[in-house]
């Protein structure tokens, strides 16, 4: 018989297959005269939006769902499959009902696909949100206008401008939305064998798909069916993934990782939702200097973000040990250079700490995953046998 | 380019050979602190005018593919991690660096500081980022809100944003230097450049002339190096305005780079260093002479009216970092120069060389090349290789394209000139 939590996670899974043309319209229908923004990874402020009575909707490419027949003509072979897919997205009309995008200054293809957009697309704005990379008190006061900027932008589409108390409201929803994603990761961390990588997956991706109010919703009901659910224990190594934070592997590959005879017990999927480790906390305070604050002061460390207070790889490393995780895995996207880059640097610090490490390539448009799988058993049993 | 290129090319090697004659003995620990910074809307000024050596790992890294060194050096990165599909510039500066810092003009210093002029390539970040953690020193990101506002200027939040940062900065080189900044060199540092600024732009006008007196792509790469490196001081203006005279002299004479000038282009993109010269005969042979070309202003775009403003050094600065150079400019900023290119410098084709190392460059040509073919009307051949990674060069292959194209528009003008 379906539980409750099965039901949630079948919920997920079919929302994950449903087109983004059919959500953005879906949720039109419920809010006539609200508009769909369209949030291209890592990072966007969703917050504004949602204050702004819109709603963020994630587009993270287009999966192994769209072949890109279109998309290839314009960005060449050694670009990144997410923009090709996400320009194919749009040129043929999968993303109607979108009515804006958001791009950000994450890497140099993710730049100009913003602009490609912009040419082939003139009915949809673009929104362009440089995020700062000197870190510090300069920073906070530059993303605040930047915010401000966006948010006027917001207005104009939507006809209404957030209000202090709408956006304090806000980020309140959303604090109490992400401490509820780490819940699902605390899980993870502590009894992997009650929520499965694919599941939490499913269960946080939905949350790019949906309102945030439905999925806090959906998620403070799956939490404690989670923490009640019956599992046994697998004989896995502990391995935190890193790499993955913008293109996103298909979910079946991440599915035959776990197979291959790991736990996943961290990861970088879907980054840009879970950008905070705690609460962004407006408090009495102004609602958009907190949010720009938490960007430059108490966001997650990425491939994307060059924050030069601390080694990237030490926050790796401390990750690694406070999950007591045994390995990590670097799952980067083909041809994404800020995770190739990183790789780098982690792979000098992981081999220092003697922290064992595998280093994997994936497309999101990939099918077949039996090559990836058998070097993850071949590592995990390197692992286990040793 | 016949005599008078061959002095030019003189004057150009004389000073070149200099800037990494002060660059060897600051690495044997004389002379001047180092400051490692990248092209791309360079705040050179700033650096010169605390006396601290520019040095431009980018520079280097072109030197090395340009005398077929940078293989070992991109294969040694390789092993350390780096992928086959990183930008090739910056693995050959790291093999490099972690091999002794031995190129083939010279040693370059060890950095006293990193300065990461974040000027629209995301790949500069990560480089200084690892070169400050493969050999500790302190770095300084300097963050440049890219241009993103539809009237293509910054906000005046953006500039407001540099000039404080700029003023860290002077903060960062008074400390490291020991001394407090000199406002009157800065200014003089800031007026030479926009002497500099307004020589080069002549230059650059004068591809506008038929014949064009040089190829403002193959060429222009000569001026580029001391425009950077130099950029500042009197040698450099100086031989600017050396440039200004002798290429006036020859367009003034009619003579071009080439025996006939039969097709006018466009070209953008990086060269493709390891191969410039056999890329270079690709279009000699046909009469093809670049009018114009978008890789002689990353560092700077001076020829649509920039100048620096001694009167206001630190914001004239910020102004060249956020809009006044072309890695800051959004892709359809590009699109329009380019068109500027076509119509202004009165070109017949645009060629865009797509390098894989370099995606600020050319992720999305094949938009611009459907922008410019479809919308436009304007012929465009589009070529792969890479500007530093000798692996990705196919000499027959380009050829064969490289020809196909110019055939067809021989043709075309054959066609069209019979009609009319
Ligand atoms: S996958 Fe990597 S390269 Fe591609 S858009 Fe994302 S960050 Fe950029
Ligand atoms: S990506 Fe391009 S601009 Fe950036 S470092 Fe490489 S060659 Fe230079």
């Not at chain 1, 697309?121 to 900027?149: C, I, K, S, T, W």
């Not at chain 1, 293109?247 to 961290?266: F, K, M, N, S, T």
């Not at chain 1, 994997?360 to 390197?382: H, I, N, Q, Y």
Request: glycine fraction near 6%.
């Amino acid at each position: 018989m379906a539980t409750p939590l099965d039901d949630s996670l079948a919920r997920c899974r079919t929302l994950l297959e449903t087109p983004l043309a059919e959500v953005a319209g879906g949720w039109k229908c419920a809010h006539p005269g609200g508009s769909v923004i369209g949030c291209f990874p890592v990072y966007t402020p969703a917050e504004l939006i949602h204050a702004s009575g819109a709603l963020p909707l994630g587009v993270l490419g287009a999966g192994n769902q769209v072949e890109i027949a279109h998309a290839d003509a314009r960005f060449q072979s050694f670009v990144c499959s997410i923009v090709k897919s996400t320009l194919e997205l749009g040129l043929t009309s999968r993303l109607d009902g979108v009515d804006a995008m958001v791009f950000h200054s994450i890497c140099d293809p993710a730049r100009n696909l913003a602009s490609v957009f912009k040419r082939n697309f003139p009915g949809v704005p673009v929104f362009y949100l440089h995020l700062p990379q000197n870190m510090g008190a300069r920073a906070v006061e530059y993303l605040d206008a930047e915010y401000r900027r966006f948010l006027a932008g917001l207005a104009e589409l939507n006809g209404r401008a957030a209000t202090a108390d709408d956006l304090r409201s806000s980020l309140a929803l959303f604090d109490t939305w992400r401490a509820l994603v780490r819940g699902l990761y605390r899980v993870r961390a502590g009894s992997p064998e009650k929520l499965s990588a694919a599941e939490c997956y499913a269960l946080v991706r939905a949350g790019t798909l949906m309102p945030v109010e439905e999925h806090a919703a959906l998620l403070g009901a799956a939490l404690p069916a989670l923490e009640a659910r019956p599992a046994r224990p697998k004989d896995r190594i502990r391995v935190v993934l890193e790499g993955s934070f913008c293109e996103q592997p298909p979910l079946e590959l991440i599915e035959r990782l776990e197979e291959a005879g790991c736990y996943l017990v961290d990861d970088d999927f879907l980054l840009g939702w879970r950008f905070f480790g705690q609460d962004v906390g407006a408090g009495s305070g102004d609602p958009v200097r907190a949010l720009a604050e938490a960007y430059v002061d108490a966001s997650v460390y990425s491939g994307i973000k060059h924050d030069l207070r601390e080694p990237k790889a030490k926050h790796l490393l401390d990750k690694v040990r406070a999950l007591r995780a045994d390995a990590v895995v670097i799952l980067a996207a083909k041809f994404c250079e800020p995770a190739l880059f990183d790789y780098a640097l982690y792979r000098k610090a992981l081999d220092e700490a003697r922290i064992p490490h595998l280093f994997l390539e994936f497309e999101e448009k990939a099918w077949v995953f039996d090559r990836l799988r058998s070097e993850v058993e071949t590592f995990v049993e390197s692992m286990l046998f040793a | 380019m016949g005599r008078y290129q061959d002095r030019m090319h003189l004057l150009q090697k004389d000073m070149m050979a200099r800037y990494y004659a002060e660059l060897q003995v600051s690495a044997e620990g004389g002379g001047e602190k180092a400051a490692y910074m990248l092209v791309s809307g360079n705040p050179v000024e700033l650096v010169r005018a605390f006396g601290l050596l520019p040095v431009f790992p980018e520079v280097n890294a072109l030197q090395l593919a340009v005398k077929k060194q940078a293989l070992p050096f991109i294969q040694k990165a390789e092993e350390l991690g780096y992928s086959i599909d990183n930008c090739a510039y910056v693995k050959a500066d790291i093999g490099c660096y972690l091999s002794g810092r031995k190129t083939p003009l010279g040693e370059i210093p060890r950095p006293s500081l990193i300065l990461c002029n974040y000027v629209g390539c995301n790949v500069y970040l990560q480089w200084f980022e690892h070169l400050a953690e493969y050999d500790p020193t302190p770095i300084f990101n300097l963050d440049i809100p890219f241009t993103r506002l539809d009237h293509g200027e910054p906000a005046a939040e953006d500039v407001a944003y540099v000039v404080r940062q700029l003023e860290d900065l002077v903060a960062v080189c008074e400390g490291l230097t020991g001394r407090a900044l000199d406002e009157a060199r800065l200014r003089r540092v800031v007026e030479l450049s926009a002497e500099t600024g307004e020589l080069w732009s002549q230059v650059k006008a004068l591809t506008r002339r038929r014949p064009s007196p040089f190829d403002a792509y193959f060429d222009s790469v000569t001026m580029m190096a001391p425009l950077y490196c130099l950029r500042g001081t009197e040698e450099c203006r100086d031989f600017f305005r050396a440039a200004v005279d002798e290429l006036t002299e020859r367009a003034d004479a009619g003579q071009g780079p080439l025996p006939e000038e039969r097709f006018r282009i466009v070209v953008e993109g990086p060269p493709p260093w390891p191969y410039l010269r056999t890329f270079r005969d690709m279009f000699s042979r046909w009469g093809a002479v670049a009018v114009a070309s978008t890789y002689s202003t990353v560092g700077g775009l001076w020829e649509f009216g920039f100048r620096h403003d001694p009167d206001k050094p630190l914001e004239s600065i910020a102004r060249h970092m956020l809009q006044w150079n072309l890695t800051n400019r959004n892709f359809l900023q590009r699109y329009d120069q380019i068109r500027r290119y076509v119509e202004e410098w009165e070109a017949d084709a645009l060629v865009i060389h797509s390098v894989k190392s370099c995606r600020l460059f050319s992720a999305g040509q094949g938009d611009m090349r459907e922008y410019f073919t479809k919308e436009l009307g304007v012929p465009t051949l589009l070529v792969e290789s890479d500007l530093q990674d000798p692996r990705y060069f196919s000499e027959a292959q380009m050829k064969n394209r490289v020809d196909a194209f110019f055939e067809s528009l021989s043709h075309r003008r054959a066609v069209t000139g019979a009609a009319s």
